[in-house]
């Protein structure tokens, strides 16, 4: 084996073997359960060269006498730990790693991973006492360093600041977490805080090349252009539609707080500082291999994307691309295809844009559903939503098929008929404007509080819908401030213009065709082709997807522009 990999399922481990597999290198990886292999496959490495090598470092390991350069990215990274479980790994561990390399014959290096808030020379840089886990780094450091000077192992130490990426949703990912959810209304630290961050791309990139370089250096891997943590959350807010949190609270107040008032780990607060750090070998090292981190800002609003699509390690993306667009001033969320779609798929009440991941995934072609503006994980908007519809569809270059569920269908019928050569056709699926006034969940009384406190299943055993991903979704949305009183807005509707869509709907010049459950027929004739599904209610698209989609498929097809 060219590499050994210790913690190679961990999130900075799985991202070094895909790029040491990537250059082709041979790569033995060390997991106690194999989740490497499918999350590989899943990113698209050729996993020929991989060899999945059971172990635990907290074990006696095995025997690999062939393996020329050792990593050990294994680490207990959490706050709150008890002490004993943090050394096991990040002590006792690291020196087993130590002892393990020290018998291979052909070792040219051990990289060892540590912490930027760890110094060479011992010392915490920090006025606060570390918690378990930055002790156990510390005191491993302090170790790995004595053991392989004794028993010369040619060792480099890499110390990274916070990695992000996605998977990533430890640290620095909790405060995104309270910003998203609205309960961030002061920043911890002070104006000139850093946290640095660096992406586990470079990180892993920059680890492929430490083996090349002479031995006994230590390694500060960070981006030094990391701007201060108001500044960093301000970025990451504004690129999410939120607003950040104008003041600041002082690290030795938050000391003297109790944490049921904080809300903070004490542990936390000793990354909450101005210190700065020595990068320049490591900068070096970098640009003699070619190596570039990707500006910050740009790094922090894609992470942000990625912390969202995966609701902060809940849930997983049901498809790419996605992200935040501005859109007529919103601060829209959108998966899917944004210049080329065969299907654009428009969400109802009290849904968003993941409801349409069970039919999306059952109909060809690349589809585009955005969160309507102000609802899901969307920014309202400063105009109507035709102008918000009209600005989402300025991008598209083909001629899709637009696809809406109830209150989203009366825009649609707007926009086509004022653009009919925009489009190829038009599925209404449970159009509200053909319906007694209100769906039933606005008929039921629900108000904005109730709403907002409503668990997933609660919710889905009001829609009438099966508790799935999708479901869930949308009620981590309405937990947020704000969503659940515009979705009761919206429900209350408008009878003048439920009567203007039903008129405009007969003068729309492409095909129309209209989706109903059997147990929520449309009261109001609507001129056009209707299909009903048999068992169906108001939401064929979360309870029957596999016919909806067949309905959809005979429905129209797109039209390439």
Not at 5 to 26: K, M, N
Not at 111 to 140: C, F, N, Q, T, W
Not at 180 to 185: F, R
Request: neutral net charge.
């Amino acid at each position: 084996m060219d590499a050994m990999v210790f913690g190679a399922t961990g999130f900075i481990g799985r991202s070094l073997v895909a790029e040491l597999l990537t250059r082709g290198q041979r790569v033995a990886a060390a997991v106690r359960n194999d989740t490497l292999t499918p999350w590989l496959t899943s990113q698209g490495v050729d996993i020929e060269r991989l060899e999945i090598v059971t172990a635990d470092i907290t074990r006696p390991l095995p025997e690999l006498p062939e393996v020329r350069d050792v990593y050990n990215t294994a680490a207990r990274f959490a706050f709150g730990l008890d002490s004993r479980e943090a050394r096991a790994v990040n002590v006792t561990g690291a020196l087993n790693v130590v002892e393990w390399a020290a018998g291979l014959p052909e070792l040219r290096r051990l990289v060892h991973i540590s912490g930027y808030r760890v110094s060479a020379a011992g010392g915490h840089p920090g006025d606060i006492a570390p918690g378990a886990y930055e002790a156990s780094k510390l005191e491993g450091d302090l170790a790995v360093r004595a053991r392989c000077q004794e028993s010369g192992v040619p060792l480099s130490v890499v110390n990274p600041s916070t990695v992000i990426g996605p998977g990533q949703y430890i640290g620095l990912a909790g405060l995104v977490g309270d910003l998203w959810n609205g309960k961030l209304p002061v920043l911890p630290g002070g104006p000139d805080t850093f946290v640095p961050i660096v992406t586990v791309g470079h990180l892993a990139r920059f680890l492929a090349e430490v083996p090349a370089a002479p031995p006994g250096e230590s390694y500060w891997v960070l981006d030094d252009t990391t701007p201060p943590l108001p500044e960093l959350i301000g970025t990451i807010a504004y690129h999410m539609g939120l607003r950040a949190p104008r003041r600041t609270v002082p690290v030795a107040l938050l000391r003297r707080l109790p944490r049921t008032v904080t809300r903070a780990d004490p542990e936390t607060l000793s990354f909450l500082s101005a210190d700065r750090y020595p990068t320049a070998s490591a900068h070096a090292l970098a640009a003699g291999a070619g190596l570039e981190m990707p500006p910050a800002a740009d790094a922090l609003r894609a992470w942000a994307d990625d912390l969202v699509a995966a609701r902060f390690g809940t849930a997983s993306p049901w498809s790419k691309p996605y992200g935040f667009r501005d859109v007529a001033g919103s601060r829209t969320w959108m998966t899917g295809e944004r210049y080329s779609p065969g299907h654009v798929l428009l969400h109802g009440l009290p849904l968003n844009a993941d409801s349409w991941a069970p039919l999306a995934a059952r109909i060809p072609g690349p589809v585009l559903a955005p969160d309507l503006p102000g609802l899901g994980r969307s920014a309202a908007a400063t105009g109507s939503v035709d102008a918000w519809l009209e600005d989402l569809m300025s991008p598209v270059r083909t001629r899709p098929v637009l696809v809406a569920h109830s209150l989203a269908c009366a825009p649609v019928v707007r926009f086509a008929a004022a653009h009919p050569d925009r489009v190829s056709g038009l599925v209404l699926v449970s159009p509200s404007f053909l319906q007694a006034p209100g769906p039933r969940l606005a008929r039921s009384g629900l108000a904005a509080p109730m709403l907002r406190r409503m668990s997933a299943a609660r919710l889905a055993r009001t829609l009438g819908v099966p508790a799935g991903a999708e479901v869930a979704s949308a009620a981590a949305d309405l937990h947020r401030p704000g969503v659940a009183r515009r979705v009761v807005t919206a429900l209350r509707g408008d009878a003048a213009e439920r009567d203007r869509s039903r008129t405009l709907l007969g003068r729309v010049d492409v095909p129309v065709r209209i989706i109903a459950g059997s147990t929520d027929r449309p009261l109001v004739a609507a001129g056009h082709p209707m299909t009903e599904i048999e068992g169906a209610g108001h939401y064929p698209h979360l309870t029957h997807p596999t016919q909806l989609a067949r309905h959809l498929g005979a429905a129209s097809a797109p039209v390439g522009g």
